[in-house]
């Protein structure tokens, strides 16, 4: 059996815990019935999977793991691997996969996206898939992971009306510039106040890699998820080198590395 499952940024700007698009890295699969837990770890993280229970180890199955996806940075590994062990071990369904995941994640933006690719807006009830604008994608992949958990224990339990506000009006404003395919409303719709400033000083770097990635003509950047890694959309002729900008910034911080979004989600094959 293999399954493949592609990496997830979440939020995408002001979205926070209600959109994400599943991206071209990914995890791959291949295992076999087996008495007992056997596996091999292959590409990114695989020194930490040989060292740390996961969500394979859990499965009576032999087999190899094949990761693209860099861990702990926010680009939703522990939801692709979450998703890859229930295809694994449970008859084929999406939606029953991405409930299992979701909760053990706690939340179901980078799980939703994975499962089904594209850009989605996700709720408890809701799982819609916005058209793909084509846009490049410039990513600075942070060195140094940092735990979803610490990032999320920094926010605050309550927002004033006005944060509260300003992020509604920019999550409207970036569904209209994906519908619409207009990049120049970027640069305002990925403003956030809900997540990004309570957790910049766990990664102060981040804020100048997001102002060089716009100076150097990304129509917008934000952080991956909970961070620290950052997304700059642009034209896909520019990402190379806003990619390479972010990372001349704070070469000791990440990498650069290009992408695109994937409408492709995960899928098995027997």
Not at 231 to 258: N, T, W, Y
Request: aromatic share 6%; proline share 6%.
């Amino acid at each position: 059996m293999r399954v493949k499952v592609p990496a997830s940024i979440a939020n995408i700007g002001p979205g926070f815990d209600c959109m994400a698009m599943a991206i071209d890295l990914w995890l791959e699969v291949v295992a076999n019935e087996s008495e007992r837990p056997a596996w091999d770890y292959e590409g990114e993280g695989a020194d930490y999977l040989y060292a740390h229970e996961n969500p394979f180890t859990r499965l009576t199955l032999r087999g190899r793991v094949r990761s693209e996806i860099p861990l702990g940075v926010g680009l939703g590994s522990s939801a692709a691997a979450r998703l890859a062990a229930s295809a694994l071990m449970s008859p084929w369904d999406v939606k029953s996969h991405v409930v299992d995941a979701g909760a053990d994640e706690g939340h179901y933006d980078n799980v939703a996206a994975s499962a089904a690719g594209g850009i989605r807006i996700v709720s408890e009830k809701v799982d819609e898939k916005l058209p793909n604008p084509g846009w490049g994608l410039a990513l600075f992949i942070a060195h140094q992971p940092l735990p979803t958990e610490k990032a999320r224990q920094v926010l605050p339990d309550s927002v004033s009306l006005g944060d509260a506000t300003f992020n509604a009006s920019r999550t409207a404003l970036l569904v209209r510039a994906i519908m619409s395919k207009r990049p120049a409303l970027l640069g305002e719709a990925l403003r956030d106040r809900l997540h990004q400033p309570h957790r910049l000083h766990l990664y102060p770097w981040v804020e100048e890699v997001i102002h060089v990635a716009e100076a150097a003509g990304a129509y917008g950047a934000a952080i991956c998820g909970a961070g620290p890694s950052v997304f700059a959309f642009c034209a896909p002729s520019q990402a190379a080198r806003i990619a390479k900008a972010m990372e001349d910034s704070h070469p000791l911080r990440g990498r650069a590395l290009v992408t695109r979004i994937t409408d492709k989600g995960m899928f098995r094959t027997l």
